[in-house]
């Protein structure tokens, strides 16, 4: 064979390979796209099943259209059409452009509002690495209401992109601008709302670890009679397994709020935190349970026969759940206010070893061990006290037939407040710990302490009466300054303060 033949044979090669390529690629990602949404539907705990209602495989292209069905109510779909090119370029072997495709009035709304663009597209490239990128785009838009045209509904749009590499771990982030809905003087918005995630992904969702977290700079709510305001908002959820056992968590953050309503004065608060986890859940029966949900939902029954249905498997589940042992833990609940903090923190845990088929038992509450504790600055209780304290001695004077000067109120309210809290710490309820008052209670064994002192004999003595207050005499008219030596009013004053 000469060398011109030698070259031709070797072109026609590779023109065979190129055009042999799309063919090849298109008839992969048939195989990869039907065998993720077989996975998908035979997944017991995923509420979603998908199908394919059309795949048209071509040589260099193909078009598809998958159906997503909701599976507790299979007439709740949508159909999502996908425009594949399985032409490789440099980076990557095939290109899916896909659009849900709506119908009926749903369509008719997004029309209205997008002005006929798609609502929502997804642009997914396979590269040859064996990661998956997929970029999703909503487009902004600002319209009156179709309900209340005098209401405007403005959306800022949506991106993001969400990436699966070949050993099914994804990472994905959205951001939305914002979204607010505006009507007379009436408004509320969202601001800047960004959420992001990183989850490992194999099995079923039950056994998925990662985390996903929320961000929004600020929300307001703004109306005739009260004004809302919160900014640095951060909420998080992620879990973890361990053998068989499941770690559920939840976090929420708001850097700082105020309230205002008419005739009251506005509230302020910052550095509010709840941070919470439920460990040792059994994913056996956690399964078990999503399994015996998903076919529930499937049978035609009555609403009172389906309520009886779901308690029943609820109940079975919680009798499950219990012999894993679990655990909750409140690792923080906080806030901080002008007026002084509160922070609390708690754990309940549950001995299910060895545990016998019990219903609601008394024997149940032994294996309950519960610790709690609780720190709230002076001021801010007295400040709380204040408000209840206050309307009851005026809600007195004023059945006693006296009208006690502002002085003389908050003064006798003061008084009151001191006595409370003088009777709490002699108690034990209360521990003072310089300007701060710290509660710790402990449940172990079907017996509670708190602060060290058992609950019965603590709450046996709390609510004795305490010294009856006394108005001062000098700034007080006599009739005033007499009411509280009165036995039936100070007697009256007492009771409704401690209420």
């Not at 001995?351 to 088929?357: A, R």
């Not at 004023?398 to 000067?405: A, D």
Request: aromatic share 6%.
């Amino acid at each position: 064979m000469n060398k011109v033949k030698l070259v031709a044979a070797c072109v026609g090669i590779l023109a065979g390979a190129a055009c042999a390529a799309p063919w090849y690629n298109g008839l992969q990602t048939e195989q990869k796209m039907r065998a993720g949404a077989e996975g998908l539907g035979a997944d017991k705990q995923s509420p979603v099943a998908v199908s394919y209602t059309r795949f048209d495989r071509g040589w260099l292209s193909s078009v598809a259209v998958t159906r997503v069905t909701l599976k507790a109510d299979p007439t709740v779909y949508v159909d999502v059409r996908h425009e594949i090119s399985h032409t490789p370029d440099r980076t990557s072997w095939v290109h899916v452009h896909s659009v849900p495709q709506w119908t009926g009035e749903l369509k008719a709304r997004f029309d209205y509002y997008f002005d006929g663009k798609a609502a929502l597209t997804v642009d997914t490239v396979y590269n040859y690495d064996g990661t998956q990128v997929s970029r999703f785009m909503s487009p902004a838009f600002s319209k009156p209401l179709q309900e209340k045209p005098e209401t405007t509904l403005s959306w800022g749009g949506m991106s993001g992109t969400l990436s699966t590499d070949a050993n099914a771990h994804w990472i994905g982030s959205a951001t939305m601008p914002s979204l607010a809905v505006e009507g007379g003087d009436t408004q509320a918005e969202l601001s800047e709302l960004k959420i992001d995630g990183a989850w490992d992904i194999r099995g079923t969702t039950i056994d998925w670890q990662g985390e996903t977290r929320l961000g929004l700079a600020e929300f307001r709510f703004v109306a005739p009679v009260q004004q809302i305001a919160l900014q640095n908002i951060a909420g998080s959820f992620y879990q973890r397994t361990e053998g068989n056992s499941l770690l559920i968590g939840y976090g929420l953050r708001v850097g700082s709020g105020t309230s205002a309503h008419a005739g009251a004065a506005s509230q302020t608060v910052s550095n509010a935190v709840l941070e919470i986890e439920f460990d040792k859940l059994d994913k056996r029966s956690l399964s078990k349970y999503l399994a015996d949900l998903g076919n529930a939902e499937k049978l035609h029954m009555a609403p009172e026969a389906r309520g009886r249905l779901m308690a029943q498997l609820a109940l079975s589940m919680g009798a499950d759940l219990l012999r894993g042992s679990p655990e909750m833990h409140l690792k923080k609940l906080g806030v901080e206010t002008p007026a002084g903090a509160i922070l609390a923190h708690a754990s309940i845990a549950f001995d299910g070893s060895n545990m016998p088929d019990l219903q609601l038992s008394p024997e149940l509450m032994t294996r309950i061990k519960a610790k709690a504790d609780l720190k709230i600055s002076g001021t801010l209780l007295r400040t709380q006290l204040q408000q209840q304290v206050r309307s009851k001695v005026e809600l007195t004077l004023s059945q006693q037939g006296s009208l006690g000067t502002e002085e003389n109120i908050r003064a006798m309210s003061e008084r009151m407040i001191e006595e409370q809290l003088k009777g709490f710490t002699d108690a034990g309820l209360l521990r003072a710990s310089g300007g701060d008052f710290i509660v710790e209670a402990e449940f172990a064994a079907g017996r509670m302490l708190v602060n060290g002192v058992p609950a019965n004999q603590l709450f046996g003595g709390i609510f004795a009466a305490p010294p009856a207050p006394t108005m001062p005499q000098d700034k007080a008219p006599k009739s005033e300054a007499a009411l509280p030596a009165s036995s039936s009013a100070a007697a009256e004053l007492r009771t409704n303060a401690l209420r």
